[in-house]
């Protein structure tokens, strides 16, 4: 399997514009996370999905950020306006809930580092 | 709400040496997973272990294995033979059975020296 894949990898964008993040999920995944990190806050959550539904974005920042989940392969994370605090590394990651004996374990891409300038 | 626990912000050992990070949790949950995650330089978050607590037998991985004490809610990663390729961050991390989503601690900063 390819494993979670995230675009862009890296992107450099000014203060006030729109920055959208991409993830492609595991196949046959049925739980998708954002997950946000910083020095100064480590890593947070931020919002997660189960096919495809919100589950709980309480860790969603602020009204800038939205999250969406068309379909099972695919969700974005967008920022607008973008502001410098915002620059963190993004990590999108999912996961297959199977019961006690298989499954479960979360799996991250490789990261979309953010630098709001 | 479970809450997970790295004491250990720092952490650094000789190659070839053995290491372990320890890592507490609080639950009144009787099923779920423990991880521990390893996050080096390019940030890539990789999992390194992972414990099912109705398993009484601690997992192993090559040369990476955990010290699981479920009454003591206590999950520690042994490094034996460090290599300095395993500098990195560790995160330990818990989930609920069928929960969805995980809680994190710090994460502990390993640093092999050669």
């Known amino acids: 399997d390819a494993g979670v894949i995230q675009s862009p990898r890296h992107e450099v964008t000014e203060m006030g514009q729109e920055v959208t993040l991409r993830c492609k999920p595991i196949s046959g995944h049925d739980y998708l996370f954002w997950y946000r990190q910083t020095m100064m806050r480590g890593l947070e959550l931020l919002i997660y999905f189960n096919n495809n539904v919100p589950i709980d974005d309480s860790g969603m920042p602020e009204d800038r950020f939205s999250a969406k989940m068309p379909n099972a392969s695919f969700s974005t994370l967008k920022i607008q306006p973008s502001e410098p605090r915002d620059s963190a590394v993004y990590f999108c990651?999912?996961?297959?809930?199977?019961?006690?004996?298989?499954?479960?374990?979360?799996?991250f891409g490789e990261g979309s580092w953010l630098t709001v300038v | 709400a479970q809450t997970v626990t790295q004491s250990q912000p720092e952490m650094s050992v000789q190659e070839a040496e053995t290491v372990t990070l320890s890592c507490t949790y609080d639950?009144?949950?009787?099923?779920?997973?423990l991880f521990w995650y390893k996050q080096p330089p390019s940030r890539q978050m990789i999992l390194v272990i992972r414990q099912e607590a109705y398993k009484q037998q601690n997992a192993t991985e090559n040369r990476f294995s955990v010290n699981f004490q479920k009454a003591a809610k206590s999950f520690s990663l042994k490094i034996s033979d460090s290599q300095l390729g395993d500098t990195a961050m560790y995160f330990c991390a818990f989930m609920k059975v069928n929960a969805g989503k995980s809680t994190f601690g710090d994460g502990t900063t390993l640093t092999v020296k050669p």
């Open positions: 639950t009144s949950e009787n099923n779920y997973y």
């Open positions: 990651a999912s996961s297959l809930i199977q019961g006690v004996n298989s499954g479960n374990t979360i799996y």
